[in-house]
Nanobody
């Protein structure tokens, strides 16, 4: 059974940094596009950044200058380096992955359980 386990969320002061990770476990044939989303209290879930298997990344404009998405295909792990954190970055952060379970199977979307990031002094 495929599982996505996120880690790295914490309470951090404004201006601080965090590095989130999302590790995919289980029997997987191929990883496709991977992404980070976040959901602040009372708000919709927003897409922050995506990264293709070849490493090409795209960012939401508000995340482009401070966040870096990366992936380690050998470790089936997705990362999000967040710098210069602001109180408005407080949210639950979710990873989302498109993957194939077998060569002939279609890509399916999987979600992590979320990790809480709180930016406060």
């Amino acid at each position: 059974q495929v599982q996505l386990v996120e880690a790295g969320g914490a309470l951090v002061q404004p201006g601080g940094s965090l590095n989130l990770s999302c590790t995919i476990s289980g029997s997987i044939f191929n990883l496709g596009v991977m992404a980070w989303h976040r959901q602040a209290p009372g708000m919709q879930r927003d897409l922050l950044a995506t990264i293709a298997p070849n490493g090409m990344a795209h960012y939401r404009p508000s995340a482009k200058d401070r966040f870096t998405i990366s992936r380690d295909n050998a470790k089936n792990t997705l990362y999000l380096q967040m710098n210069s954190l602001k109180p408005e970055d407080t949210a639950v952060y979710y990873c989302n992955v498109a993957l194939q379970l077998a060569p002939s199977s279609p890509y399916q979307a999987y979600w992590g359980q979320g990790t809480q990031v709180t930016v406060s002094s």
